[in-house]
């Protein structure tokens, strides 16, 4: 069972930057991973930001976040990083970090099976 708990959420002026963290308790050498992040604007569905896979250099981005975010992982450290630039107030939401087995990328929040509990980003005007 993968645990995974993010960090570094918080309030920022927009053109800001923030870095959030997510590290996972237990990651098997022995099966492939996908990481995401999704977010979740209040009263709106949660939706894919970017991912990466666990071994290799392939990455994934959302239209919305393309040159300004950039997904990294540290495989000594079990942890997937988001670099968040150039914010904008329609960045505001909580922020979940993801995984699933696999080598696919995946958009849909149903084909994730390992969920962290969040972490509030807010970006004011």
């Known amino acids: 069972q993968m645990q995974l708990v993010e960090s570094g959420g918080g309030l920022v002026q927009a053109g800001g930057s923030l870095r959030l963290s997510c590290a996972a308790s237990?990651?098997?050498?022995?099966?492939?991973?996908?990481m995401g992040w999704f977010r979740q604007a209040l009263g709106k569905e949660r939706e894919f930001v970017s991912g990466?896979?666990?071994?290799?250099?392939?990455?994934y981005y959302a239209d919305s976040v393309k040159g300004r975010f950039t997904i990294s992982r540290d495989n000594a450290k079990n942890t997937v990083y988001l670099q968040m630039n150039s914010l904008k107030p329609e960045d505001t939401a909580n922020y979940y970090c993801?995984?699933?087995?696999?080598?696919?990328?995946?958009?849909?929040?149903?084909?994730?099976?390992?969920w962290g509990q969040g972490t509030q980003v807010t970006v004011s005007s």
């Open positions: 993801a995984a699933r087995t696999g080598t696919y990328f995946r958009t849909d929040p149903s084909g994730y099976a390992y």
């Open positions: 237990v990651v098997r050498t022995d099966s492939t991973y996908v």
């Open positions: 990466i896979r666990w071994s290799g250099s392939s990455t």
